[in-house]
């Protein structure tokens, strides 16, 4: 099958990448990225625009989108581009695949993703699940990690603490609340790609730990 991936340059990302790359279901994996990444075998990089997303039909055909994009308020700088990259560039990628014949979406969201949050990340991601399931593709799976565990290339202070904390606490702890590896999100969202199953579907984070 011929998958499409946006958001390969983060830590969840790069383990799909590396997954799909060796899984023999995958036959061709299309990258979309701001910053170029290498070509190799099966794995084909795209630079574009997430502002203005091209309209090549080539560029978009596939069997299922897998979208891993998302970022932090530090690193976004304003309330705005955060939404931009974690609602309008998803939903963005989402149209356009609809729009060539896609027809599986599978979503890298976060648990306590609502609407009706109050706080701000939580609620840009229930919007764009919302906004997602409005386009009826004809399989959608919402993964919803906890806490993310991995070696990221930008350090980040407070998950890191949080993370020794919650590793610490491991045994103790419900599995809702434990760490989530990057690895085991990447499996998830690949398993849920391939498979298509029609409907909406959600994995928790009690599954991923």
């Not at 994009?69 to 998803?90: C, N, Q, V, W």
């Not at 799976?141 to 603490?161: D, K, N, W, Y």
């Not at 760490?179 to 790609?193: E, G, K, T």
Request: aromatic share 6%; with cysteine.
């Amino acid at each position: 099958m011929r998958i499409l991936v946006v958001g390969a340059t983060g830590l969840v990302g790069q383990q799909v990448l590396t997954q799909a790359q060796a899984d023999p279901r995958i036959s061709h994996i299309t990258v979309l990225a701001r910053k170029p990444l290498a070509s190799t075998g099966k794995l084909q990089c795209h630079s574009v625009d997430f502002d203005q997303l091209p309209d090549d039909a080539q560029l978009w055909q596939c069997d299922a989108v897998i979208c891993t994009l998302g970022s932090t308020l530090k690193t976004a700088g304003s309330r705005e581009m955060f939404y931009r990259i974690d609602h309008d560039y998803p939903l963005a990628v989402a149209r356009h695949a609809q729009q060539y014949g896609g027809r599986c979406y599978v979503l890298n969201s976060a648990m306590g993703a609502d609407v009706n949050s109050r706080f701000f990340y939580n609620r840009v991601k229930g919007e764009l699940e919302r906004d997602l399931q409005a386009l009826s593709f004809a399989s959608v799976t919402l993964v919803r990690p906890g806490l993310i565990a991995g070696q990221r290339t930008e350090f980040r202070l407070g998950e890191r603490s949080m993370q020794l904390l919650l590793t610490i606490l491991a045994p103790v702890l419900p599995r809702r609340w434990r760490c989530n590896p990057a690895d085991n999100i990447a499996r998830a969202l690949l398993d849920a790609a391939v498979r298509a199953e029609p409907g909406v579907h959600e994995v928790s984070s009690e599954t991923l730990s």
